[in-house]
């Protein structure tokens, strides 16, 4: 299993990026899929994710109301909207997927992992 993430850019605090994730090898419908990020100097962490039929999502605190997840299953795509981006969002940007039932926010809990994307985000 593939992932291809893209999307990643230089943006101004309050600007938008979409990020995209392209999935292949596998049966994509049966993935829970998520993106995690990661800063200079600290750990991955979650930031949202959503279930095969995209009925449940799950975001972290800092991203709900600002960022917004979802999937094509169609087109083996997953999507991260950012809106209102701060400084605090700047990192690399990872899509990541499952193959289990239920949403996780641990970086562990899944199996298969794109190279990352670049969000920078300027005062």
């Known amino acids: 299993v593939q992932l291809q993430a893209s999307g990643g850019g230089l943006v101004q605090a309050g600007g938008s990026l979409r990020l995209s994730c392209t999935v292949s090898g596998g049966s994509f419908s049966i993935y829970v899929l998520g993106w995690f990020r990661q800063a200079p100097g600290k750990e991955r962490e979650f930031v949202a994710a959503?279930?095969?039929?995209?009925?449940?999502?799950d975001y972290t605190d800092s991203a709900k109301g600002r960022f917004t997840i979802a999937r094509d299953n169609a087109a083996n795509a997953v999507y991260l909207q950012m809106n209102s981006l701060k400084r605090e969002d700047t990192a690399v940007y990872y899509c990541?997927?499952?193959?289990?039932?239920?949403?996780?926010?641990?970086?562990?809990?899944?199996?298969?992992w794109g190279q990352g994307t670049q969000v920078t985000v300027s005062s």
């Open positions: 959503v279930s095969q039929l995209g009925s449940n999502t």
């Open positions: 990541a997927a499952l193959s289990g039932w239920g949403i996780s926010k641990s970086s562990g809990g899944y199996h298969y």
